[in-house]
């Protein structure tokens, strides 16, 4: 929704005072697979998460940075982080919880743009639970994988493909009926943007004719970009970032 913890306050605030919604997409939270696995932890099928991992190995040559001069900047774009995996970002919060601490390293290995191409977050939720974010557009030749796994004392899922489109491991300890809807949960996709689009605008449609509440306000924004600035200021400073920031 922004590069700025300021901007995304503001564009909140302004929405409020002005009585209009905010809309921030998060299409990635329709996908089937997702929605699978957002029931499994809300039903506690996990019991307690130990550790999660997020990983967003893909490929964006020079070429596409070159392809207009917003691309690789700070001040339009971001970086690996926060333009091509923020959607991955907002998974850590929205499935897992909130987060106690963030301890991060950026780097701008081979692409000649300003901010970085390749990332690693160390993350531990108030919960307990430690886990990553590993994120690099230096993938050989192709976009390989977006994934998220989960290991609690009950539970182990992990949720792969080019981008969480297909369920690799699901397995608990207690068998349920949403068991059987693995299979059927999976789709093909050679887009890393998955087919979430269609069921998001839904949800603002329905909300502007006032038959629904907003999925993913500006509030809802705001969770996953106060963990993408926590990372850049623990990247930058070289020191472990507590969440929440100031307000």
Known sequence: MATRWNDGLRM???CDQAGVHLFVVKQNRRNATLQLLKRAVEGKRF???YMVTINVFWARPQSYYDSAKWRGTWEFDGG???NQASHYIDLVDWLIGPVESVQAYIATLARNIQVEDTATVGVRWRSGALGS???TMLTWPRNLEGSITILGERGSVRIGGVAVNEIQHWEFADKSP????VKSANYETTSVYGFGHPLYYENVVKTLRGEADPETDGREGLRSLELLIASYISARDG???ALPLEY
Do not use: F, H, Q
Request: hydrophobic residues 40%.
């Open 133 to 135: 974010i590993n994120v």
């Open 178 to 181: 949403e068991d059987e809807k």
């Open 47 to 49: 019991g307690r998460i």
């Open 239 to 241: 020191r472990r970032v």
């Open 80 to 82: 690996a982080l926060m």
């Open 12 to 14: 909140v605030r302004e």
